[in-house]
């Protein structure tokens, strides 16, 4: 979403993961903004009854986040340990120059 009234914006990307396969990916913000704050990220898992799993069952996603100058973020993720679907969803914040 980008609100150019206010001079905010946030991007956001969800990436579903396979077992030992890498994703990369680079956002920018739009013209006329710049990165705000860290990149963040969240893990989202999906078992089939709908509860949390148990500690030992949760999927283990190895992450590395790179600013790229001031206007934008790259993200590198692969999954190392899963008994479930698990997306991962890539957060990048942006604001006026």
Do not use: I
């Amino acid at each position: 979403t980008v609100n150019k009234a206010k001079g905010r914006g946030f991007l956001v990307r969800e990436f579903a993961l396979k077992k030992n396969v890498t994703r990369t990916s680079t956002r920018s913000c739009p013209a006329g903004m710049v990165r705000r704050g860290k990149l963040s990220y969240t893990v989202q898992e999906f078992p089939a009854d709908h509860k949390s799993p148990k500690w030992k069952d949760r999927a283990l996603v190895d992450v590395k986040m790179t600013p790229k100058g001031n206007n934008a973020g790259s993200v590198r993720m692969t999954l190392k340990r899963a008994k479930s679907p698990t997306v991962v969803q890539f957060q990048l914040r942006c604001g006026k120059r």
